[in-house]
C-alpha cells in the first residue's frame, strides 16, 4: 500500500517539476526583464541639460539614448548601461553623482523599452552598445570614457570593454553569468538548456584591459553578493571589490562607500 502511496506522490512532484520548468522556459522574458514604453513626446523629470538621440537601425528598429550634459566642458562621458525594469526615466538618480565629477552621462535604452524600438535580444544589447560607443568616440578619447553597467547592464557594459578600450569599467550589483541570478530559485533545472540568455560576465572581465571596480551590497536579494565576490577572484592587478554592508540592490548610492567610489 505504501508503494503505491510513495508512487503516486513521486508522480505529483516530477508533473509540479515539468509544469514549473515548461512555464518558465516560455516566459522567462517577462521573469526577467519589466519594460514600461514611454511615447515619444516624453519628457524626462530631469533639472540639468540633456539631449535625445534616436538612430534607425532598420525598418522595424530604433537605437535610442539620452545625453546627460554638464554645465562647462565635459572631462569625458560616462556610457551608463541600466537595469531590467521600465526605462531610462527609472534611473535618473543615477545622473547627477557622475554629472558633478565633470562627466556627461549617455544612457542607453534597451530595445523595447521607454522610446527605443526593436527586438530584445542579448546580441542585439552588444551591438547596440557598440553602437553608443562609435557614436561618442569622435568627441572623446578613449580614456575619457568611462562605461558603466548597473545590474543587468553590467553584463552588456563588460562586454562592450571587453572589444573596446576606456578609461574604467564600473559595474554596480553585477552578475557572474545571467544563469547564475536564477540558480538559487531553480537549482534543481538543466539552466544551461533553459535560459536563453547568456551574459557571461565572468568570461568578459578577463579580456578588459582597462580598471575594473565592483560595488556590490552584501544584502543583495537580487544579484547576491556571491557574483562578485567569485568575479573578483577573476581581478587583475588594479582591479577592486567595494562591498557595501548592508547595502541591497537598489539603494547603493545611498552608502558614503559607494558615493565616495563614484567621486
Known amino acids: 500500500m505504501w508503494k503505491k502511496i510513495a508512487f503516486r506522490w513521486i508522480k505529483v512532484l516530477v508533473l509540479v517539476y515539468s509544469i514549473i520548468g515548461i512555464v518558465f522556459y516560455y516566459v522567462q522574458d517577462k521573469i526577467f526583464f519589466h519594460p514600461t514604453v514611454l511615447s515619444q513626446d516624453y519628457q524626462y523629470n530631469y533639472q540639468g541639460k540633456l539631449k535625445e538621440i534616436f538612430i534607425p537601425v532598420n525598418d522595424q528598429s530604433t537605437l535610442h539614448f539620452v545625453q546627460f550634459k554638464t554645465p562647462d566642458t565635459a572631462k569625458g562621458v560616462v556610457l551608463y548601461f541600466h537595469g531590467n525594469r521600465d526605462n531610462i526615466s527609472h534611473y535618473l538618480n543615477a545622473v547627477p553623482p557622475l554629472v558633478a565629477q565633470g562627466y556627461e552621462v549617455w544612457m542607453l535604452e534597451y530595445p523595447g523599452f521607454g522610446k527605443a524600438t526593436g527586438n530584445f535580444t542579448e546580441q542585439n544589447l552588444y551591438e547596440w552598445a557598440l553602437q553608443l560607443y562609435k557614436y561618442a568616440r569622435p568627441h572623446f578619447q578613449p580614456n575619457q570614457i568611462v562605461i558603466y553597467g548597473r545590474s543587468l547592464g553590467t553584463g552588456i557594459a563588460a562586454q562592450l570593454a571587453s572589444i573596446r578600450d576606456c578609461r574604467k569599467l564600473i559595474l554596480e550589483a553585477p552578475y557572474y553569468d545571467f544563469r547564475n541570478v536564477a540558480r538559487p530559485y531553480l537549482f534543481l533545472y538543466p539552466l544551461n538548456r533553459m535560459i536563453s ?67
Open 197 to 263: 540568455f547568456g551574459f557571461p560576465t565572468y568570461q568578459y572581465l578577463q579580456k578588459v584591459t582597462a580598471p575594473v571596480t565592483l560595488i556590490h551590497g552584501t544584502d543583495d536579494g537580487v544579484i547576491s553578493y556571491r557574483n562578485s565576490a567569485a568575479l573578483s577572484k577573476l581581478f587583475k592587478p588594479g582591479d577592486t571589490l567595494i562591498t557595501v554592508k548592508g547595502g541591497s540592490h537598489n539603494d547603493l548610492l545611498n552608502f558614503p562607500e559607494a558615493r565616495v567610489t563614484i567621486k
